[in-house]
């Protein structure tokens, strides 16, 4: 499953608006090709630290594609390209340079338990959807 070939999401998991972006992806990911891990489980801390990656970096989301990891607001538009409707057009706003969109994205990270909440574990997933988590 990291073999590269699948996109893989890594979020945090104490988060409620990164697991609500994950259950919207799932949804929308009609070829079901997106897998996912916590930031905080032991393949998002691999994979956070074969790329390069803080650990301790849990105000960001990744994207791996293709063997190359993308973050904060590229990594959530790269995201879009591999959701079903109109989704895919957000991924135009990459034309936008990287330091007017990620100040954006920080004022949300930074944010994000404040406005969303934070959980005290890992949300829970559905059974047909067990399989796109990376433990």
Known sequence: MEDGKEPIVLYDGNCNLCAGVVQF?????????????????????????????????????????KGKAYVRSTAALRLARHLGGAWPALSAL????RPLRDPLYAVVARNRYRWFGKRAQCMLM??????????
Do not use: C, M, W
Not at 42 to 57: D, K, Y
Not at 94 to 97: I, K, M, Q, R, W
Not at 126 to 135: N, S, V
């Open 25 to 65: 992806s799932i949804r929308r990911d009609r070829r079901g090709r997106l897998k996912y891990a916590a930031l905080q489980s032991e393949t998002g801390r691999r994979l956070l630290a074969a790329h390069g990656l803080e650990s301790s970096a849990g105000d960001t989301f990744v994207l791996i594609e």
């Open 94 to 97: 990459l034309a936008v340079p």
């Open 126 to 135: 559905r059974p047909e959807h067990r399989e796109r988590f990376l433990p």
